[in-house]
């Protein structure tokens, strides 16, 4: 069921063709997604009495078939209730170890809790069973860029484009692994190609001129970024992409472009995850950003990302308790070395006035390093004031870096 507002005669309507195809099946063979479908037409028809019976039904026996379980995980993680969704998808793949379609909707919902760890697992599995899946080659590319395995990332980026050569999305991506691997060239080759495949994505003229920034283009990197300015968005998406652009330079502006992104559509997380960065970051209004993050979690429970967020606004508030609680939730939700860095912020924060919580701060921070995440931003990061200072921050650090260079 698409998301939106529908007078009831259009979900009466839903309803009854929902009830025609479920008649399609014979008795106890009906999917369980039909009966996810009616509980929540009937939700929201106001007829909650008959939603919460027929709610029972959507449950899967013990006895479902691996593709009743995909499809029950489908049901929830298309809204967005990927831990729910997790086991039933695992129990999918081991009734049926080659179902693809599982394998690659596990690997979503794992990208939408932030364990990009086991997202990538599942791609692997994706692969062995299709190596021509270009999506999977996508997916999994994306995953290694978050976890800032850029030469990997670029690989899977390779293979995506030469599956689908018209892929926009793989170019861009690919174009900010060679930029993080400093092959400026080659991302203003991959950035212009995307544009020649036709991308629409605003955010493409920001990099590019970021790129060419580093090619010392200056006239090209002046052309991208007033093109990318001047261009009226069209979706939230662009509207964020420019909001991104202005951060800098024009913060009132960035969250004037956020605010019209959720005008749009006020679910749409990278708007309101970037206007609690603008308010908290620039404006130094952490309290609206808190609220912000609220309403951001409210509709995404699961994003460990936006707890690890919320967590610093709060130690930034002096709210240690509250803060401490994000915390802890955001990293059951995720052991990725970014959470875990930007857990080690919030201790930190709180360490002013709780010594104790150093080390905490530098258990967290340590671990993430290990991993490789987060060198480049130990020196500026404002949440680790508190303790750059100490020997015991410029031991760990020192000893860090002297295990990246021994690898």
């Known amino acids: 069921i698409a998301k939106g507002n529908y007078d009831a005669a259009s979900l009466e309507e839903a309803l009854r063709l929902n009830e025609q195809a479920a008649r399609c099946f014979p008795a106890g063979e009906i999917p369980v997604t039909f009966f996810s479908q009616q509980a929540e037409l009937l939700e929201r028809l106001d007829r909650g009495r008959e939603a919460r019976a027929v709610r029972r039904l959507a449950a899967p026996s013990p006895g479902a078939s691996a593709r009743d379980l995909y499809l029950a995980g489908w049901e929830h993680a ?38 990009d760890a086991d997202a990538i697992a599942a791609y692997d599995a994706c692969l062995a069973l299709d190596p021509d899946a270009y999506q999977v080659w996508f997916n999994r590319g994306l995953a290694r860029l978050r ?19 018209d892929l926009a999305d793989a170019y861009f991506n690919r174009a900010l692994a060679k930029k993080e691997q400093r092959d400026y060239a080659g991302a203003e080759a991959d950035l212009t190609r995307a544009l020649d495949c036709g991308s629409t994505f605003t955010r493409i003229y920001f990099v590019r001129a970021q790129v060419r920034t580093k090619l010392d283009d200056k006239a090209g990197a002046e052309s991208d970024r007033k093109e990318g300015l001047t261009r009226e968005p069209a979706d939230e998406s662009s ?46 209004r952490p309290a609206d950003a808190v609220a912000v993050l609220d309403q951001a979690i409210r509709l995404r429970p699961e994003q460990p990302f936006l707890r690890a967020g919320r967590a610093v606004y709060l130690a930034r508030l002096g709210r240690r308790g509250d803060a401490h609680k994000d915390a802890e939730e955001a990293l059951q939700l995720s052991g990725e070395p970014a959470i875990r860095y930007q857990i080690a912020g919030v201790y930190a924060l709180t360490s002013k006035e709780h010594p104790e919580d150093r080390a905490e701060a530098f258990r967290l921070l340590a671990s ?40």
Do not use: I, M
């Open 78 to 115: 298309r809204n967005c209730r990927f831990t729910k969704a997790v086991p039933l998808l695992e129990e999918a793949t081991r009734k049926d170890p080659r179902a693809l379609w599982a394998w690659f909707l596990l690997g979503r919902c794992h990208d939408g809790l932030g364990r």
């Open 147 to 165: 976890r800032g395995e850029f030469r990997d990332a670029r690989a899977d980026f390779d293979r995506a484009v030469e599956l689908k050569p």
């Open 239 to 284: 509207w964020t992409a420019r909001g991104f652009a202005r951060l800098a330079s024009d913060p009132k502006g960035a969250l004037a472009d956020f605010e019209r992104a959720l005008e749009l559509n006020p679910q749409y997380l990278p708007a309101l995850h970037n206007k609690a960065a603008v308010l908290a970051d620039r404006l130094n």
């Open 368 to 407: 993430a390093l290990k991993k490789d995440y987060g060198f480049e931003l130990l020196d500026a990061d404002p949440e680790l004031a508190p303790v750059r200072d100490l020997a015991e921050f410029k031991e760990l650090v020192a000893a860090a870096r002297a295990l990246r260079d021994r690898r």
